[in-house]
């Protein structure tokens, strides 16, 4: 199924629920509302925003479907922004005095001959309302650019709700019945010229851009213009850019919290004679709640809900059937998860996933079985969403806007395809690693095993990367990164908490790519620090701690560890310096940092609250 046919289907979910635009109508941002006397004359300005998370942000309205505009002076019908309705712009208005009367000719025409007195009430106020009059009382310049509706005094409505308005919004020229098939119905119709204007998507344009368009000469080379490279009818269009507006509603349920990279994501499920409107809801929360977790009210509730989550996914990855840890999700229930980014006036499809909720289910559960690592890593609650991973193993600065934009989209695809993660992602964790990220907060050790983890299990080979702490692990690089952080827990402990910086401040990047060019210098200056330990006749341990790890490394030190191995090298390094830490409390007050074991009242950043 396409994403045109998907959307066009969720449009009659939408329908049964009574949340859908009727055809001809959108939902636009409203800003006021012009209250009018039957005689025409303004009785007063009603501010229609609304109070968003501390914001006041425009009310979203249904309205007669938007207009699109590129350069020309098209007026909507029964509302607009104020250079159309009222003459007046917070601009230079070079063409306002157009604008204006474009919206005066086309409410002339438009309204003859009514007799509604609402529709009456409009018609004399554009006969009689002169743009200087906005200089007085209701009227405040806040006002300018906003869109304006209207109503008629002593009425709730709007005047395009009354029976008369919709009756002239939908008795527009009626589409032709014969033409090319269309893509999505599949039956004849002529095609529609101008694809929806969709809105909402992260970082595109704020009045909307198309998922679907045709501008340039190479597209007319078999003489068709637009829209009729892509024939859709004008039903289908009206259909399917509904329902994706209302997935990116900024209040919608169906959308991801927060973008991935440069990707705003929203998902549905399908009904079916045996998938009700029930069913579809409940597989939507549960995957809302496994894929992108909110933080909870509370401390305790959010460890509850964390440690359920935790469970559930853990009995997915071990094979247990969907239906019994989400009993109200039916079997069969097929599912979308639908990325969009970005571009110029246009929306790029950053990636497109469709199959059984049953499938998607697993494959997320055993993308968090793949990031699994003992103890967890810091600050990790709940199963963490891709872009809470991404923001803390690839983002400068731990700032959402720095992830790489492509990398995001790959890592979803490969989530919930269940195929390899991207090898950037792997690269792009060690390299942050070695521009100074801490290893030790576990973020970027569980990204790294991950990647590894499902590259040996799609290739088939034997063998494994290990959860937690694996002292007889045969891998030299895993070896590696046990000794360095062996290594930097004597100068700890020689040195005391008043070291400048530590050996994985100044070597941690060049030991985990050339070891045989830095690991014996590392080795002679923990000779001096295990003698000065020696010396004070304490913590032998982490000389045994050392001649133990150097005992299972090979005779000639790898020079250049590869990729992969340098991931080993991080993972390593994690679980000997977590280790240490739990059995030793007393290496924690030289460190002067918090272990990276977290415990379940643990809560999530404030930054994924937003």
């Not at 250079?83 to 086309?106: D, I, N, Q």
């Not at 299990?457 to 959860?467: F, H």
Request: with cysteine.
């Amino acid at each position: 199924m396409t994403v045109l046919q998907a959307l066009d289907r969720y449009y009659d979910r939408m329908a049964a629920r009574g949340e859908a635009e009727a055809p001809g109508f959108s939902r636009e941002k409203i800003g006021y509302c012009l209250v009018l006397a039957p005689d025409g004359s303004v009785v007063e300005m009603q501010d229609m925003h609304e109070m968003v998370r501390r914001k006041r942000q425009p009310r979203l309205v249904e309205v007669p479907a938007a207009v699109k505009r590129t350069a020309g002076i098209l007026p909507n019908r029964l509302w607009d922004k104020t250079a159309y309705v009222l003459g007046r712009t917070a601009g230079p208005g070079r063409r306002t005095a157009e604008e204006h009367a474009a919206f005066k000719t086309l409410h002339r025409d438009l309204l003859a001959g009514t007799d509604d007195p609402g529709l009456l009430a409009l018609a004399r106020f554009l006969e009689t309302w002169d743009p200087a009059a906005f200089d007085a009382a209701p009227f405040e310049p806040e006002m300018l650019d906003a869109n304006v509706v209207f109503a008629l005094a002593g009425e709730r409505r709007c005047l395009h709700e009354r029976p008369a308005a919709r009756l002239l919004v939908a008795s527009g020229p009626a589409a032709e019945a014969t033409g090319p098939v269309c893509l999505v119905t599949g039956k004849p119709a002529a095609p529609l010229r101008l694809h929806p204007t969709i809105k909402g998507v992260e970082g595109a344009q704020s009045s909307g851009a198309a998922l679907v368009s045709f501008n340039k000469d190479a597209f007319t080379s078999y003489g068709k213009l637009q829209g009729d490279n892509a024939p859709v009818s004008a039903e289908a269009g009206f259909r399917y850019g509904a329902a994706l507006n209302r997935l990116l509603d900024r209040h919608s349920r169906n959308r991801l919290r927060r973008p991935l990279g440069d990707a705003t994501v929203v998902f549905w499920a399908d009904t079916s004679a045996t998938v009700g409107e029930d069913a579809a809801l409940a597989a939507e929360d549960t995957f809302a709640s496994w894929f992108d977790p909110a933080p909870g009210p509370a401390p305790d509730q959010d460890a509850a809900e964390a440690a359920l989550i935790r469970d559930v996914l853990a009995a997915l990855a071990a094979g247990r059937p969907v239906e019994s840890v989400a009993p109200k999700v039916a079997p069969g229930t097929r599912f979308h998860v639908l990325g969009l980014a970005p571009n110029a006036a246009r929306l790029s499809v950053r990636f497109w996933l469709e199959d059984s909720f049953e499938v998607l289910a697993r494959r997320l559960a055993q993308h968090h079985a793949d990031l699994a690592l003992s103890p967890r890593p810091r600050h990790w609650g709940k199963p963490p969403s891709i872009a809470r991973l991404l923001v803390k193993t690839t983002a400068l600065q731990e700032k959402f806007d720095t992830i790489p934009p492509l990398l995001a989209g790959e890592v979803a695809r490969a989530v919930l395809s269940g195929t390899r993660y991207p090898r950037n992602w792997l690269a792009a964790a060690l390299m942050r690693l070695r521009a100074g990220d801490d290893p030790a907060t576990g973020w970027h050790a569980a990204a790294i095993r991950a990647c590894l983890a499902r590259d040996l299990r799609l290739n088939g080979d034997r063998g494994e990367i290990p959860v937690s702490l694996d002292k007889d692990d045969p891998s030299p690089a895993y070896q590696l990164g046990r000794l360095f952080a062996a290594l930097e827990a004597a100068q700890r402990l020689a040195l005391g908490r008043g070291i400048n910086a530590t050996i994985r401040d100044r070597y941690f990047g060049a030991a985990s790519a050339t070891p045989a060019s830095v690991f014996p210098l590392l080795l002679r200056g923990a000779q001096n620090h295990v003698g000065r330990l020696r010396k004070d006749r304490k913590d032998y341990w982490i000389e045994r701690e050392i001649g133990e790890i150097v005992e299972r490394l090979p005779s000639s030190l790898p020079r250049v560890l590869r990729l992969d191995a340098q991931g080993r090298f991080a993972i390593g390094y994690y679980h000997q310096r977590q280790a240490q830490f739990a059995s030793r409390p007393a290496l924690a007050s030289v460190d002067g940092t918090e272990s990276g074991q977290t415990e379940d009242t643990t809560i999530e950043d404030s930054q994924d609250d937003v």
